[in-house]
């Protein structure tokens, strides 16, 4: 072992929900550390764009698309990279669903999307992919979680919620199958500038200004949890497992 060994060369990689934000720049640093990537995303199209330019730089990479509210999809999904590249060895869990509601009011139907994608479909890609990391003995499964898991949130209690409940998934499995080479670590990101937060973020004052209520000093990008990711799914990062690791400037510590 060269220390630090952070190469994932040859490995295959699926991240879903990664054509845009902390998942494209996940599957970017994982192309860049010799990973073949797959980027699965509802928007098809933009992760064919993304894809195509991680081609164009040396790379290996593929774009899936598919829905992760619905669960039969996921089969679907795990087929066409096991079609391309033969295996999974690593699974990041992105995709997630975050809606700002009205509790007393909020729709059944949204919160059970929001379920589906946040919690269930995890669950289902975790049932898929686990029985080949077991048979190679080698494995490495992310769930990204929120830093709001630990602070809550009232604007978006069931987002929280389901973010709580994929830190104990990870938890769960990762002591299930450490034993058989495979780990399973969360991320969970603070305050970050997003398409999804873009409305926070639209001049440079309001950077600097919500950069002030972080410890740090400043918001996050999603570049800022690239290399973690890169960490726990090379050599270097084997020893950790059932782990969440909140990439948040120290937001957390409030």
Partial sequence: MTYPDFSVKNRVALVTGSA???GLAIVQALASAGARVVIQDIDKP???IEAQKILSDGGQ?????GDCTNLEQASAIVSQVRERFGVIDILINNAAIQQWDDFLSYPVEQMVRQSYCNM????RMCQLVLPGMIERKWGRIINISSVQSLLGNAAMPVYAMSKSAIENLTRGLARRYAKDGITVNAIGPGWFKTDRTAQDFQTPEQIIENGKRVPAGRVGFPEDCAGLAVLLCSRAGEYITGQTI???GGLHLR
């Fill in 20 to 22: 845009r934000g902390i």
């Fill in 46 to 48: 933009i992760a064919e």
């Fill in 61 to 65: 990479a593929v774009a899936v698309g």
């Fill in 120 to 123: 269930l479909f995890p669950v």
């Fill in 246 to 248: 909140y990439v948040d």
